[in-house]
């Protein structure tokens, strides 16, 4: 069985990446990933998707008719385009209202894989002791606010404990976003000083011929 210690850390660096990538990101990706498995709204998907290039088709082949001149043909393709756009409002409707039934059990299950599981995890361990503490380390009166809210005295409680990783999770990842964002705006200063360098070797080369001459 995994350390108490690990699985609260990893569990608040899962947390961290839910909350950073967004609820809906997340939700999209599930959704295209679900399309991709053999099941009816897959099926659906793919048959929206070829009614909407129809559309599109019927719709440009409509334009180009001219319905003075060719009005029986543009007439007919005025049906054809009418029967496919009801049948694809209908397919979408289907999707969307399915859609957002999937949304709301993937958000119920979002919570509870991620803020349900810490909230359990922190109430059934709320009494065992991480890890202790050297005895007389620290006063008194700290000893109880690490230990709260009902693990021993002297010992780190596992709320103090996701505090403490939620906190270093934050930290890293603040410090990663700023080392990648120093590093992209130093290879656009780069590119930048390596632009007037070259301008002044052409004009250098250009005042050289005009001595020349």
């Known amino acids: 069985m995994p350390s108490l ?3 609260v850390f990893v569990l608040q660096v899962v947390i961290h990446l839910v909350n950073t990538v967004g609820a809906g990101a997340i939700s999209n990706l599930l959704w295209i990933l679900y399309n991709k498995l053999p099941t009816s709204t897959s099926a659906n998907v793919e048959a929206q998707t070829t009614l909407r290039r129809e559309v599109v088709r019927l719709k440009r082949e409509m334009n180009a008719t001219s319905s003075q001149d060719e009005f029986a043909k543009w007439a007919k393709i005025r049906r054809q385009h009418d029967k496919v756009l009801a049948e694809y409002d209908g397919k979408t409707q289907a999707l969307q ?17 991620t803020n349900g599981l810490r909230t359990f995890i922190q109430f059934w361990f709320a009494k065992q002791p991480l890890f202790w503490l050297p005895r007389g380390w620290v006063p008194g009166y ?7 809210p009902r693990a021993p005295t002297g010992s780190i409680s596992i709320q103090v404990w ?3 990783c939620a ?3 934050q930290i890293a990842s603040m410090a990663v976003i700023a080392a990648w964002r120093l590093g992209t705006q130093q290879k656009v200063g780069g590119k930048g000083r390596e632009e007037p360098m ?6 250098g080369s250009a005042r050289g011929e005009k001595k020349e001459l």
């Open 5 to 7: 210690l690990l699985v």
């Open 97 to 113: 209202s399915f859609k957002t039934s999937f949304d709301s059990a993937v958000g119920v299950l979002r919570w509870l894989g």
């Open 142 to 148: 700290v000893e109880w606010i690490l230990a709260f």
């Open 162 to 164: 996701g505090i403490a």
């Open 167 to 169: 906190s270093v999770v």
């Open 198 to 203: 070259k301008m002044g070797a052409v004009g």
